[in-house]
């Protein structure tokens, strides 16, 4: 998987840099986010290089929100594409993913959360 990881005031931001979230990224993406909660615990995925996502990218996304969560962390993510955006909102995951236009105002936000 390329990505590039970065730290912002706390916050890990991992930025996926394939245009394809699917079985061949998602095991990366699964892996890296489970290191980045196990060293801090506010993290947020840019997925403005991503155009397509398929259930197993989903699923990592939900993956890393709920390991997030379940050590007292915050979880989001940013930079959606229309047809990603359009993947999550039918798997249902805006109701409990919080996302954010772009980058620079999801650190806005979290900083502040």
């Known amino acids: 998987m390329n990505f ?3 730290e912002i005031d706390g916050i890990k931001i991992i930025r996926i840099k394939e245009e394809r979230l699917d079985t061949n990224v998602a095991p990366d993406l699964k892996a890296q986010l489970l290191v980045l909660i196990a060293e801090g615990k506010t993290i947020l995925l840019n997925l403005e290089d ?11 996304i939900l993956l890393g929100f709920r390991q997030a969560r379940d050590a007292g962390g915050n979880f989001a993510i940013c930079g959606v594409q229309k047809r ?5 909102s039918i798997a ?6 919080k996302i ?5 105002d999801a650190l806005q936000q979290m900083k502040n959360s």
């Open 100 to 104: 954010y236009r772009d980058k620079d």
């Open 4 to 6: 590039l990881l970065e």
């Open 92 to 97: 249902q995951l805006t109701n409990i993913i």
């Open 84 to 88: 990603v955006e359009t993947m999550i």
């Open 50 to 60: 991503v155009q397509y996502a398929d259930s197993s990218g989903l699923g990592a």
